[in-house]
T-cell receptor, first 116, second 113 residues
Framework: AQSVTQLDSQVPVFEEAPVELRCNYSSSVSVYLFWYVQYPNQGLQLLLKYLSGSTLVKGINGFEAEFNKSQTSFHLRKPSVHISDTAEYFCAVSETNNNAGNMLTFGGGTRLMVKP | EAQVTQNPRYLITVTGKKLTVTCSQNMNHEYMSWYRQDPGLGLRQIYYSMNVEVTDKGDVPEGYKVSRKEKRNFPLILESPSPNQTSLYFC????????????FGSGTRLTVV
């Protein structure tokens, strides 16, 4: 069975500073990895995904993430955050051989709070 | 506009009173799924469907039912709601499962008293 751990429940950061949101996963097989963002009172929106190939993945709004197979991590980064990046961020994993509707397993979420 | 529509957005009900949360997508997606979101637990899958008349249990199916009679609709049914089902619920759909990325609805906040 797969699992996802987001190491920080909250990350406060000042505007224009860099940020890294950490995500570690556990799985016995190959995985797809995702980051989703949830703005207040909205549903989740896909930020970026890793399916295969290059381990550095670029997404929307200037975010990027790096897949590290040996450390089973998929940390999300942004070099300079804006107030509008304040949101909750979810890391998710799906096993590539999962025929059960491609089930997504989510981490507990990290609340990014960008301060002026 | 491509979207997943859930109704209602907010619902307060009493223990034991049957309710249905509707979900509809206009993207001709085959995969649909229901999640509940609870603080600190992230999202947990309740049920999913890979096509019409094909549904299966997710991680937390107890107390819920679903049906998929049409491709676009995937309602969530609580036959006898209990307070531990108070939560934020999301419906999501995808063309080819997780690898294609899921599109989420705006959520339904359910309170069972």
């Amino acid at each position: 069975a797969q699992s996802v751990t987001q190491l920080d429940s909250q990350v406060p950061v000042f505007e224009e500073a860099p940020v890294e949101l950490r995500c570690n996963y556990s799985s016995s097989v190959s995985v797809y990895l995702f980051w989703y963002v949830q703005y207040p009172n909205q549903g989740l929106q896909l930020l970026l995904k890793y399916l295969s190939g290059s381990t550095l993945v670029k997404g929307i709004n200037g975010f990027e993430a790096e897949f590290n197979k040996s450390q089973t991590s998929f940390h999300l980064r942004k070099p300079s955050v804006h107030i509008s990046d304040t949101a909750e961020y979810f890391c998710a994993v799906s096993e590539t051989n999962n025929n059960a509707g491609n089930m997504l397993t989510f981490g507990g979420g990290t609340r990014l709070m960008v301060k002026p | 506009e491509a979207q997943v529509t859930q109704n209602p957005r907010y619902l307060i009900t009493v223990t034991g009173k049957k309710l249905t949360v509707t979900c509809s997508q206009n993207m001709n997606h085959e995969y649909m799924s229901w999640y509940r979101q609870d603080p600190g637990l992230g999202l947990r899958q309740i049920y999913y469907s890979m096509n019409v008349e094909v549904t299966d249990k997710g991680d937390v199916p107890e107390g819920y039912k679903v049906s998929r009679k049409e491709k676009r609709n995937f309602p969530l049914i609580l036959e006898s709601p209990s307070p531990n089902q108070t939560s934020l619920y999301f419906c999501a759909s995808s063309f080819r499962g997780a690898s294609g990325g899921y599109t989420f609805g705006s959520g339904t906040r359910l309170t069972v008293v």
